[in-house]
């Protein structure tokens, strides 16, 4: 019996086939953030922006690129989980089918069944280019119509759950939802692709932007004392996640902007209105996405332009510099614990 273990595990690990939480909900689940980027958000941007300006064109091409994504978080999954070359392409299919029958979630699923059969055929016949697609396409295919379903059923329910708890205590919700979304967008797994999964939409979506936001905007403006000018576009537009070192090394300096998240999320959820859709839930600042799909949900005016730029940029980083400071002053915090070596070191490469 343990021979025959071994010999199994030995297959899984020489055709690359690692089963762990880690892979799929990290590895796997990021790529799959990439893949509908590329396709739905920049989709439902470029059709806003023709929707805003009356430009026909811009319409057709964001449906375009809309419709794009399950073959896209195919691709990208299978890139994520490092499949052979063949596999990939034929993953494209299963997350087609997938999107089909489960939407986000069902793509996901199928996409990662098909890749990881397909890996596992890869390579062992002399018909590998009938035989992987072939394995590939079905095992998706299958997954999508039988699984696909129950997933997007089970994850929209838990969204679902979540936004009806936000109704009915929208303070505490507000908070929670701002600080874990927070904590995901900061660690290694994808709070836009969390967002999606969870079809997360409305006051709940607004309270998850401002908590990502919180973070980009917040580790921006506390970290400016290590690393200056060239931390504020990386960190305020880019991502937070490459504080991320500097958090698993000192815990304690995701606070500043873990707090300006949990103290802005309701009033701006529950004394100015902010909502948002899933595609924006999940991304804060980051290249615009949150705010623009902001205005998207709540229409382009006077006050919803000042309630973004007020709880998705300023008071983010107000809050956060202060907490931070403080900190600082009680030496909590010091001197290089936000310090952005990658940065550093690509700026000195390039003196």
């Known amino acids: 019996m343990r021979q025959g273990e071994r010999e199994v595990g030995s297959f899984l690990r020489r055709k690359g086939v690692h089963i762990h939480w880690r892979v799929y909900l990290i590895d796997a689940m990021g790529q799959m953030a990439i893949g509908f980027f590329a396709t739905l958000i920049i989709g439902l941007i470029i059709s806003t922006a023709g929707e805003q300006f009356g430009i026909e064109s811009f319409i057709r091409v964001g449906d375009l690129a809309m419709s794009m994504m399950g073959p896209a978080i195919g691709a990208a999954v299978a890139l994520g989980l490092k499949a052979p070359r063949l596999v990939v392409l034929s993953a494209v299919v299963a997350g087609a089918a997938g999107a089909e ?18 890996k596992l055929i ?4 002399k018909i590998d ?32 759950a979540i936004m009806w708890a936000g109704e009915q205590q929208p303070l505490l919700m507000c908070i929670l939802v701002a600080m874990l979304m927070g904590l995901v967008i900061t660690g290694p797994t994808s709070s836009a692709a969390l967002a999606m999964v969870l079809e997360l939409e409305g006051p709940i979506a607004g309270a998850a932007t401002i908590g990502c936001a919180a973070q980009m905007m917040g580790f921006a403006l506390s970290s400016y004392r290590d690393n200056g000018l060239s931390g504020l576009i990386p960190l305020g537009m880019g991502t937070s996640m490459l504080q991320l070192p500097n958090v698993v090394k000192k815990p304690i300096i995701i606070i500043p902007p873990l707090l300006a ?30 705010p623009i799909m902001t205005f998207r949900d709540m229409g382009f005016s006077t006050s919803s332009l000042t309630a973004v730029l007020i709880f998705y940029f300023i008071a983010p980083a107000i809050l956060s510099l202060l907490f931070s400071e403080f900190m600082r002053k009680i030496g909590y915090i010091k001197d290089g614990d936000m310090k952005l070596y990658a940065l550093s070191k690509g700026n000195n490469e390039e003196r």
């Open 101 to 118: 029958f489960g939407g986000v979630s069902g793509s996901f699923v199928a996409a990662v069944i098909a890749t990881e059969f397909g």
């Open 122 to 125: 890869s390579g062992e016949t």
């Open 129 to 160: 280019i009938i035989l992987v697609p072939l394995v590939t396409v079905a095992s998706g295919y299958l997954t999508a119509v039988f699984a696909g379903p129950g997933v997007q059923t089970t994850m929209t329910a838990l969204g679902q």
């Open 261 to 290: 998240g949990a103290i802005l999320a309701p009033i701006g959820v529950i004394g100015f209105g902010i909502t948002n859709i899933p595609a924006g839930a999940g991304m804060g600042t980051s290249g615009l996405v949150g």
